[in-house]
């Protein structure tokens, strides 16, 4: 069963910001590109970099550590030496709320 938690106000977020988040045991990033918001998994799936200090650049997200990259719209791995897909979320925009849609398992 999935719930929609809130994450923050919209305004915390600016254009091309990444911000971390963590719900529970769970890391999030969230950023927000052309007015719309992407959610997925804060640490980076070769070795757990943390994505929200990375370097954003359109829909790619490098990691600092080794300069994997991640399209942040469905979690791809696009360049080594990251091969697996990050974990992607529902983002739903309530009033000014950033809500994100979460398996009961995920919280």
Known sequence: MSKLVRICPKQEIGPDQVESFQIGDKYLAVCQLDGKYYAFD????????????GWLEGYTLECPLHGARFDVRNGEAICLPAVEKLQTYKVVVQGENIMIELDGDDF
Do not use: A, K, N
């Open 42 to 53: 804060e640490l980076c799936t070769h070795q757990f970099g943390p994505l929200s200090d």
